[in-house]
């Protein structure tokens, strides 16, 4: 079984985050994206069914989101004004009970952005208990159209989003701001330039690619 973190090492941690923005800064990167998704500890404190804590970081949803928004704060100060913060959450546990929930999500959504969260990466699931995912197209949309449609905070969607013509739709829809991509990327690195093609859109490649496409 896992144990409680002491606050000392909560702090600690969260220190961790912002040191990890610091290098990633230096490594050159120009996003950084906060992991509070899946099951791992972020989302392991956002979530009922793994926090039981009892102290200040577990009970209430403030509580719960407590140690969250202590590492976006963290993340942000070190994190130039003008370059972006993003973060994934998972909208839903699928839980019939006892889990995290997208109203919780849209709520904490709200909160990203008051602490300079520039979009929300919307996932879901990963935390475990009798999980029931409805997986198949496009199947964690919704929840990424419903937080931007009720906060107005910029979302990226992503989950078996494989087509060209899907993806486009969900952004001109206003679904999203952003699709991303997993697997069909490790079976097509070259997906984005493919699908630029068929959506008819102008495609730049380094100089040295220019007589392959
Ligand atoms: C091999 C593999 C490893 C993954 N590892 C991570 C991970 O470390 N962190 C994460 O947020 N998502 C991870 N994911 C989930 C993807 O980021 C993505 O959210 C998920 O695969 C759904 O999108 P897709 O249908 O486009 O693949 C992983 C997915 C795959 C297939």
Known sequence: MPTELTEERIREIT?????AARRAL????????????????????????SNRRTDAYGGSFENRTRFALEVVDAVRAVWPEDLPVFFRVSATDW????????DETVRFAALLREHGVDLLD???????????????????????????AETGLPV??????????QAEKIVAN???????LGRE?????????????????????????????
């Not at 220190?15 to 040191?19: E, P």
């Not at 919307?122 to 419903?146: D, K, L």
């Open 95 to 102: 839980l019939e009970e006892g889990g995290w929930t997208a």
């Open 174 to 180: 206003g679904e999203a701001d952003a699709v991303l």
């Open 156 to 165: 990226a969607a992503v989950g078996l989003i494989t087509e060209s013509a």
């Open 15 to 19: 220190g961790q985050f912002a040191d």
């Open 26 to 49: 230096a490594a050159g990167f120009e996003v950084v994206e906060v992991h509070g998704a899946h099951g791992y500890l972020i989302g392991e404190f956002l979530s009922p069914h």
């Open 122 to 148: 919307v996932s879901s699931g990963g935390n475990g208990g009798p999980a029931r995912i409805p997986v198949g197209p496009g199947y964690q949309v919704p929840f990424a159209a419903r937080v931007k």
């Open 185 to 213: 990327l490790l079976r097509d690195a070259s997906w984005p330039r493919r699908a630029a093609r068929e959506l008819g859109a102008e495609t730049h490649a380094p100089s040295q690619y220019a007589w392959a496409i």
